[in-house]
């Protein structure tokens, strides 16, 4: 059981440049999510998904975007880096209840986390 | 602006001394968690409280949500060099989608 995995660990980017971050779970987990964490600020979510097919906007979607083919896997594409999305960023994941409601005291598990650096 | 403030934002204490870390903010939240990060690493859920004036304790952590469920509090007690790191509360409103995370408490306990 691996948790929640993040991949690459470290990432440089050129600005206009594109990628995708990686993110697995092999909890069964239904909801996932996407957060960054820039100084001082904390974290600050980003895309989420309560299932596969599933993606609605966080706090900070602008520049992001999100699809949920399958319950493991929660890919963050960045279209055209710009040097405003150097951070670092953390995908978690939760289950979630049946009926639709998420559990109040539901842990949710982060991954290791991907630094970008955009040039 | 952020919607959960915590302060203080650095805390750098001796080894045995209490503290106590807080969380506010004028908005109402249905649950309220806090995490513990190490340098490198993604956050660690410590706990999760969610009825108003509640009180958690966490061998030498103590948790509570204020009774108008808009703030919290962290004591440690005894504070010891494990327990250095940065120190995060996460609010969640409506049906719990969303999480609203604060800027975090650094600690640094002293040998």
């Known amino acids: 059981n691996a948790g929640v995995t993040q991949t690459p660990k470290f990432q440089v980017l050129k600005t206009g440049q594109s990628m995708t971050l990686q993110c697995a779970q092999d909890?069964?987990?239904?909801?996932m999510s996407w957060y960054r964490q820039d100084p001082g600020m904390g974290l600050r979510l980003i895309h989420y998904?309560?299932?596969?097919?599933?993606?609605d906007q966080g706090e900070v979607p602008n520049g992001y975007n999100v699809s949920r083919s399958t319950t493991e896997d929660f890919p963050l594409r960045l279209l055209s880096a710009a040097p405003s999305q150097t951070s670092v960023y953390f995908c978690?994941?939760?289950?979630?209840?049946?009926?639709?409601?998420?559990?109040?005291?539901?842990?949710?598990?982060f991954g290791p986390g991907t630094r970008l650096t955009v040039l | 602006t952020q919607l959960l403030e915590q302060s203080p934002q650095f805390l750098s204490i001796q080894e045995g001394e209490n503290l106590t870390v807080y969380c506010n903010s004028s908005?109402?939240?249905?649950?309220l968690q806090w995490y513990r990060q190490e340098p490198g690493e993604g956050p660690v859920l410590l706990v999760t409280?969610?009825?108003?004036?509640e009180v958690k304790k966490l061998k030498r952590l103590t948790f509570q949500f204020g009774d108008a469920r808009k703030d919290s509090s962290l004591h440690i007690t005894a504070a010891q060099p494990g327990d250095t790191g940065l120190y995060l509360c996460?609010?969640?409103?409506?049906?719990?989608?969303?999480?609203?995370f604060g800027s975090g408490t650094k600690l640094n306990v002293k040998p």
């Open positions: 996460a609010g969640a409103r409506g049906n719990f989608n969303k999480f609203y």
């Open positions: 909890m069964n987990h239904e909801y």
């Open positions: 908005s109402v939240f249905s649950s």
């Open positions: 409280v969610v009825t108003g004036g």
């Open positions: 998904s309560v299932g596969a097919g599933i993606t």
């Open positions: 978690a994941s939760r289950r979630r209840l049946a009926g639709g409601g998420v559990g109040r005291t539901d842990t949710q598990y």
